[in-house]
């Protein structure tokens, strides 16, 4: 359908979902074991209601902010997700070219299928803001080079994820068999990332779907007392640990020095982000003042993203929202997908009373019927 007909994100999926191939919908779509967590990433968004306030002018309605410094246009950033080429022939430079046009922040993933400097290259101008996902590689030398590069390519901030050493059983990710072929294919041309298919990396291959392929390779051995510090020391960017899951590490973080978490559980294993959030401006509200706090899963509505913003998050990430966008429609979709957010993020803050998303505060919200209390 003409992309005037996308009303929502929901119209973006159902679009890509007709036009994807069967592999490239197993892998964006599918989820751990029975699927349950993942599901419940949505959901739990619906367990939240507003407390609006009226009488506030906001016929200046502002949704723009920052995330590490750097401006948005609303408070929503591209969560890197693997192989956009499998939707789209142009893969990751549509999700560049869209966040230029519409003014957000992209984070690419580590295993795009673009290397990270055809995406640099890709920008719409010198200026636009890419941030970085690092899967760390066990080879600690090999780890190093990729932080370097992508340093000197202009990435502004290393998100290194933490909550997938392994890959989630995606079964029907694993019944789409992933082809040695499909990795040459789709898999990015880094100098150091490039996947030499090791043993550990083809005995994946040939057992698993793609998302245990593309992790063969990276560290099982993570720790806050050595990683963090190596990153540390290696990086003057700001880091930021993708994929904190409970109150415990998030403090953790925060008094490790780190500049930013993102609450994810990676499309779903555990408690959904929204909750994890709600427990910890519950507990530990001065976490909020010490780095900057993310959420992603599950967000497919502007309402979703004042929520998290009302519980105190900096802004949002959105994974298979813009993977479908750009199966569906390319660069143009992308931009579409940016627009019906912001126009209701936009009208949300403007039935909340609030007209700047510094006005978006605890008391603007009820959780009804909480998983948790
Ligand atoms: C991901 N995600 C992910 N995360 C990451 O750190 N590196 C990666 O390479 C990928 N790859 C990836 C591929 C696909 C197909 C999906 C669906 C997800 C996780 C991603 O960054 C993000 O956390 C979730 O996608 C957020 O949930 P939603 O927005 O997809 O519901």
Redesign the pocket.
Known sequence: PSITRILNLHDLERVARQVMSYKALA??SSAADDEITHAE?TLAFRRFFFHPRVLRAVGRCDPTTTILGYRTSIPVFV????LAKLGHPLGEANITRGAHATGIIQMI???ASLSSQQIAVARGSPNQVLFY?L?KHKNDVVAEQRVREVEAQGYKAIFL?VD?VVAGNRERDNRALFEIEDMERTAADNSATQLEMDADAIAVAESGGTAGA?LARDDLDLTWQTTIPWLRRITKLPIVL?GIQCVEDAVIAAETGLDGIVL?N??GVALPPIEVLYKLRKQRPDVFSRLEVYI????RRGTDVLKALCLGARAV?????F?YAQSAYGEEGVARAVHILEREIITGMRLLGTATVADLVPEMYLQMTPFIS
């Open positions: 892998y964006y990433n969560s890197g997700a693997a993933s580590h295993n996902q899967y994820t997938a593309l993708k994810s990676h499309g992603d899963g599950g967000i990430g959105m994974g298979r929202p993977l």
